[in-house]
């Protein structure tokens, strides 16, 4: 990374967009000790400050950088892998003319187990290395990254990005989920990052029985570790959780040679079948949160938690659409996660807002889909008292984008939700110094 200037700096731009205010046209941010001093326009500013030393960026916008609040970045890789394991035994599922949507998403995860399951070690790390970098070209500033292989750890440690790594726990095995927590701990006497911290994962419910899903959140609540969980995100899901019946039931434990046994909520959908036991708490993430009801969301609401939208991955797997306009309106917290590349084409959460832009159709004004990307994402990871904004008091911490017609600035935030891989990220700031 770039030290910082130690004097005064005033970064100029075309257009400032703080999240929390109006865009600000011939804007200029003052930073000082690597932290927003004040925003506002250029001319301003700089007859306050003739002693600051100016950046100019010209014809570009400034804004925070983006939160990517759930990713497999470990996954990276996953197009090659798969495009090299023998085609018969391991090709992608196949969508049959009229699909069954459960059966879809299952022979999903067990292709996706199959390839992960002959890379080795070094790969994954190589893996997890190149998402970490592609992360930041996209401008991502903080992940929430679904971390498995505890042993490649180190690809963290020369990373500048902020946000949380949540170590993965799934099983139906009690004495098989204590030895994961037990190792996990270990991990857990120090960051896995300059400026990341852990959290952990619980697969899901229905790859935890309720014992070991127990186990977890009660590991999570004696380390005060931040839980991320897939939640509700297939018809599959629901269907086993309230019967124990269906396609996970019949391929899913069948292929890992689980017992089916009491995990069954009749009556209960996935999101109260969680919350009934109080599992999930508040500052935990539900990430998909598709196949939900008007009880379920309030449900969500009151526990605090925030909702990871991740539509590209959605559409990938044909489990449905997040109710997007009822989160909003029930005040429930929204982000967006990239999900891996087993689902998803990229890691840009840029990509991630244009295709949700067009997809959810309305249902969310563009200043929505900017705060998700940016300050809603930074709340979810618990880093919002430092960045996902542009203010006063908040570390340095933004991303510098062009576009190839730069619009006027009413239509400058619908342009930059729409544009996609349109935006091109010039410069990433983390805490005062380029990334």
Same mark, same amino acid.
């Given at each position: 990374?770039?030290?910082?200037?130690?004097?005064? =700096?005033?970064?100029?731009?075309?257009?400032?967009?703080?999240?929390?205010?109006?865009?600000?046209?011939?804007?200029?941010?003052?930073?000082?000790?690597?932290?927003?001093?004040?925003?506002?326009?250029?001319?301003?500013?700089?007859?306050?400050?003739?002693?600051?030393?100016?950046?100019?960026? $010209?014809?570009?916008?400034?804004?925070? *950088?983006?939160?990517?609040?759930?990713?497999?970045?470990?996954?990276?890789?996953?197009?090659?892998?798969?495009?090299?394991? %023998?085609?018969?035994?391991?090709?992608?599922?196949?969508? *049959?003319?009229?699909?069954?949507?459960?059966?879809?998403?299952?022979? +999903?995860?067990?292709?996706?187990?199959?390839?992960?399951?002959?890379?080795?070690?070094?790969?994954?790390?190589?893996?997890?290395?190149?998402?970490?970098?592609?992360?930041?070209?996209?401008?991502?500033?903080?992940?929430?990254?679904?971390?498995?292989?505890?042993?490649?750890?180190?690809?963290?440690?020369?990373?500048?990005?902020?946000?949380? /790594?949540?170590?993965?726990?799934?099983?139906?095995?009690?004495?098989?989920?204590?030895?994961?927590? @037990?190792?996990?701990?270990?991990?857990?006497?120090?960051? *896995? $990052?300059?400026?990341?911290?852990?959290?952990?994962?619980?697969?899901?419910?229905?790859?935890?029985?309720?014992?070991?899903?127990?186990?977890?959140?009660?590991? #999570?609540?004696?380390?005060?570790?931040?839980?991320?969980?897939?939640?509700?995100?297939?018809?599959?899901? =629901?269907?086993?959780?309230?019967?124990?019946?269906?396609?996970?039931?019949?391929?899913?434990?069948?292929?890992?040679? +689980?017992?089916?046994?009491?995990?069954?909520?009749?009556?209960?959908?996935?999101?109260?079948?969680?919350?009934?036991?109080?599992?999930?708490?508040?500052?935990?993430?539900?990430?998909?949160?598709?196949?939900?009801? #008007?009880?379920? /969301?309030?449900?969500?609401?009151?526990?605090?938690?925030?909702?990871?939208?991740?539509?590209?991955?959605?559409?990938?797997?044909?489990?449905? %659409? @997040?109710?997007?306009?009822?989160?909003?309106?029930?005040?429930?917290?929204? @982000?967006?996660?990239?999900?891996?590349?087993?689902?998803?084409?990229?890691?840009?959460? +840029?990509?991630?807002?244009?295709?949700?832009?067009? +997809?959810?159709?309305?249902?969310?004004?563009?200043?929505?889909?900017?705060?998700?990307? =940016?300050?809603? $994402?930074?709340?979810?990871?618990?880093?919002?008292?430092?960045?996902?904004?542009?203010?006063?008091?908040?570390?340095?911490?933004?991303?510098?984008?062009?576009?190839?017609?730069?619009?006027?600035?009413?239509?400058?935030?619908?342009?930059?939700?729409?544009?996609?891989?349109?935006?091109?990220?010039?410069?990433?700031?983390?805490?005062?110094?380029?990334?």
């Amino acid at each position: 990374m770039t030290a910082s200037p130690r004097r005064p =700096t005033l970064y100029r731009c075309r257009f400032l967009l703080p999240i929390t205010a109006p865009p600000i046209e011939d804007g200029a941010m003052l930073v000082e000790a690597d932290r927003v001093n004040l925003v506002g326009t250029y001319n301003e500013l700089a007859a306050a400050h003739p002693e600051a030393v100016v950046v100019d960026f $010209g014809e570009s916008i400034l804004l925070p *950088p983006m939160v990517n609040a759930h990713t497999h970045l470990e996954l990276s890789h996953f197009a090659d892998w798969a495009a090299a394991a %023998k085609p018969k035994t391991l090709q992608a599922p196949k969508t *049959p003319q009229a699909p069954d949507v459960s059966q879809k998403f299952v022979d +999903w995860i067990l292709w996706l187990v199959r390839v992960r399951r002959n890379i080795g070690e070094v790969e994954l790390q190589a893996s997890l290395a190149d998402g970490l970098r592609k992360s930041l070209s996209a401008g991502t500033g903080a992940v929430g990254d679904i971390f498995t292989t505890l042993s490649a750890v180190n690809a963290y440690q020369s990373s500048p990005l902020r946000g949380r /790594i949540f170590a993965e726990v799934l099983g139906q095995d009690p004495s098989v989920v204590g030895d994961r927590l @037990a190792a996990i701990g270990a991990l857990c006497l120090h960051p *896995p $990052g300059a400026d990341l911290n852990w959290g952990l994962s619980p697969h899901a419910p229905y790859t935890l029985s309720p014992a070991t899903m127990n186990q977890v959140f009660a590991f #999570a609540d004696l380390k005060s570790l931040q839980c991320s969980i897939h939640l509700a995100e297939s018809k599959a899901e =629901t269907d086993f959780m309230q019967n124990g019946t269906g396609m996970i039931a019949d391929k899913l434990f069948a292929a890992a040679r +689980w017992k089916l046994s009491a995990n069954a909520a009749p009556g209960c959908s996935p999101v109260s079948a969680l919350c009934r036991q109080g599992r999930l708490r508040p500052g935990d993430l539900a990430v998909h949160g598709v196949q939900v009801d #008007a009880a379920d /969301i309030e449900q969500l609401k009151q526990t605090g938690c925030s909702v990871v939208l991740c539509p590209r991955s959605n559409a990938t797997l044909d489990v449905g %659409k @997040a109710p997007v306009a009822t989160y909003l309106n029930a005040g429930v917290p929204l @982000a967006l996660g990239t999900d891996s590349l087993a689902s998803s084409s990229s890691l840009s959460v +840029w990509d991630e807002m244009a295709f949700a832009m067009d +997809w959810f159709a309305g249902e969310a004004e563009p200043c929505d889909w900017l705060e998700m990307a =940016t300050l809603g $994402g930074a709340k979810a990871l618990g880093i919002h008292d430092r960045m996902g904004q542009l203010a006063t008091g908040y570390e340095a911490s933004f991303q510098v984008v062009t576009l190839a017609d730069m619009p006027v600035v009413d239509e400058l935030e619908e342009t930059l939700c729409t544009s996609g891989r349109d935006v091109e990220v010039t410069h990433l700031y983390l805490g005062g110094c380029q990334a």
